[in-house]
């Protein structure tokens, strides 16, 4: 019998630990009872640009992301049918030729930025989650990503977080948050983050342990 789904959102600044947190959350219910969704990979294909164009967009404002197609995918996955995502290049910023099947779940989980600003998708959420870390911290952590995964000098970083990465977070991001239902404060341990959250999420879904039929 199939199962209505329970969508989970995680949002908050950069580097908060998004990624992270969900993947451990993840991996803790099970592969075959959650779906995670990286709301990064809907960023819209700029192939149609010129690279050095592509370079000085706004990544962090809304309109750099396809929401109404993710919005799309959650309503397939909801009534049980399975989706294709692009991959994502964010070296070039454009949508390779390749996709990864996402396959419909009891729990499914989202992580982004900026999942609780749009419209078309706040009415998804079942429950939301946001992690509020310090800023000095998620700037390190930004840098450090963006220079070991996605090709980016020091200096870019820098001047991308200065011009666009914290105004968008003070005019888009950190306003969600009083629309949550659990923000998780700064500095704690992410192992004890994931399991209380994992706990919430079994409670919610199942009122026992996840692994039972």
């Given amino acids: 019998m199939k199962t209505k789904s329970f969508i989970v959102g995680i949002a908050g600044g950069t580097g908060s630990g998004k990624t992270t947190i ?21 960023y819209a ?15 962090d404002h809304p309109n750099g992301l396809n929401f109404a197609l993710l919005a799309q995918h959650l309503r397939n996955l ?27 779940a009891p729990v499914i989980i989202v992580e982004g930025m900026l999942i609780f600003v749009p419209h ?51 005019q888009f991001v950190e306003p969600t948050k009083a629309h949550t239902d659990i923000v998780i404060g700064p500095g704690q341990d992410k192992k004890h983050v994931i399991e209380r959250l994992t706990a919430r999420i079994v409670k919610e879904t199942t009122r026992g ?5």
């Avoid at 993947?23 to 969704?37: D, P, S, W």
């Avoid at 911290?137 to 666009?164: F, H, K, P």
């Fill in 209 to 213: 342990p996840i692994s039972e039929h």
């Fill in 22 to 42: 969900a993947a451990g959350i993840a991996a803790a219910i099970g592969a075959e009872r959650a779906t995670l969704i990286d709301a990064d990979s809907y």
């Fill in 120 to 170: 078309e998708l706040c009415g998804f959420f079942d429950l939301k989650i946001y992690l509020d870390e310090d800023a000095d911290v998620r700037l390190l952590r930004r840098m450090q990503r963006d220079i070991a995964e996605r090709g980016r000098t020091m200096e870019s970083v820098t001047r991308q977080y200065l011009e666009q990465v914290r105004p968008m977070h003070e």
């Fill in 45 to 59: 294909d700029l192939s149609h640009l010129p690279l050095e164009v592509r370079h000085c967009e706004n990544f």
């Fill in 78 to 104: 909801k009534s049980g049918k399975p989706v294709n995502r692009h991959v994502y290049d964010f070296s070039t910023h454009t949508c390779l030729g390749e996709t990864v099947l996402l396959k419909p």
